[in-house]
């Protein structure tokens, strides 16, 4: 049976570290459940995450090959800001890429980086030519781990990228491995985010950097313990439940929550921010791609899985216009 991610809503307000996590068992929303019981936990059943982590994988193991013919070799958003001159949506993707670093402040060159949630190694490559440092990727796809390694050493890379097959939330790396730790749209699909957040603080080095950029819902107002209840039990949780089981999704979380976490691992110099904006144009331009012949024909080849995941692309539109979804951005450094 394929993974059906439960409802979606925040986690609870004004908790921190992992207290974050201890939150009342989260339950589907349901007609006489109160929405004292709708607040978000961590999946920890075995088995749940197990489903999550095979859907995750079976996903990208059928979409890449087509996101690759249609779009290149990254693959999360582009950065539009309003304003801007005209450009390709690949160069929206690279550009992303440049104004997050900027952003974090990523002054010093890295010697070594981890790539958690790394595609094909877009990022990987692009950060290595930049800074001449090594790169190592981490997803559950075997085809992408094989396809971003097969890239890498057909850009004459293969000596400074690696890319395998690994759970973010138990890194095979060593405490302090890396400089920079580097997770673009990949923590949405993290079914424990204390847990993430956590690796990410361990495999980072004194002094090194963190990086994510994710996927949240928008921050919760003073006063607030978590969505309102249309949000809740109305046609908003209908659509991020939609959004979730065909992108193997679990909990949704604010970046509010996501700076506690960090604060709570001990990392200094939190800084936040809101692309929502600057992503705008981004589904819009997805849509237009899937319904080139190129792109129908793709997705037709690539399977069911796929084809779910375009369906509900307008959601995701529909969320960022709504104020719902937000795109966003956290980074701190690990003391020294």
């Not at 075997?142 to 400074?160: T, Y």
């Not at 309102?228 to 039990?233: K, P, T």
């Not at 001990?266 to 992503?279: F, H, I, P, Q």
Request: charged share 20%.
């Amino acid at each position: 049976m394929a993974f059906r991610p439960p409802a979606r809503t925040s986690l609870q307000r004004g908790t921190a570290g992992s207290r974050t996590a201890s939150v009342a068992a989260r339950r589907l929303v349901v007609p006489r459940v109160s929405l004292l019981d709708a607040i978000v936990k961590p999946i920890t059943t075995s088995g749940q995450i197990d489903d999550l982590k095979k859907g995750i994988a079976t996903f990208y193991d059928e979409s890449s090959g087509l996101w690759e013919e249609v779009w290149g070799e990254h693959m999360h958003h582009g950065y539009y800001p309003a304003g801007g001159a005209p450009k390709s949506n690949q160069q929206a993707q690279i550009d992303m890429i440049e104004e997050t670093l900027s952003w974090a402040g990523v002054d010093t060159p890295p010697k070594t980086m981890v790539d958690v949630g790394c595609g094909i190694g877009g990022s990987s490559r692009h950060i290595a030519r930049k800074y001449g440092c090594t790169a190592k990727g981490i997803t559950l796809s075997p085809v992408q781990a094989a396809r971003a390694n097969a890239i890498s050493e057909k850009a004459g890379l293969g000596d400074k990228c690696s890319f395998q097959v690994a759970d973010a939330l138990h890194q095979p790396f060593d405490d302090g491995s890396f400089d920079l730790v580097w997770s673009l749209e990949s923590g949405e699909h993290m079914p424990n985010k204390p847990q993430f957040v956590r690796e990410l603080a361990r495999v980072c080095a004194p002094g090194g950097r963190v990086i994510i950029v994710t996927w949240c819902h928008r921050v919760l107002q003073p006063g607030e313990e978590r969505l309102n209840a249309e949000e809740l039990v109305g046609a908003l949780l209908s659509l991020l439940d939609r959004i979730c089981e065909a992108y193997y999704l679990p909990a949704w979380c604010s970046i509010a929550d996501y700076q506690r976490l960090f604060e709570a691992e001990g990392l200094v110099d939190v800084k936040t921010a809101d692309w929502s904006n600057e992503v705008a144009p981004f589904w819009t331009e997805v849509i237009r791609s899937a319904l080139t012949t190129k792109g129908i024909a793709g997705l037709f080849k690539a399977g069911w899985t796929t084809i779910k995941g375009a369906l509900v692309m307008p959601l995701m539109a529909q969320g960022f216009r709504m104020g719902l979804v937000k795109f966003v951005l956290i980074t701190a450094k690990k003391p020294e």
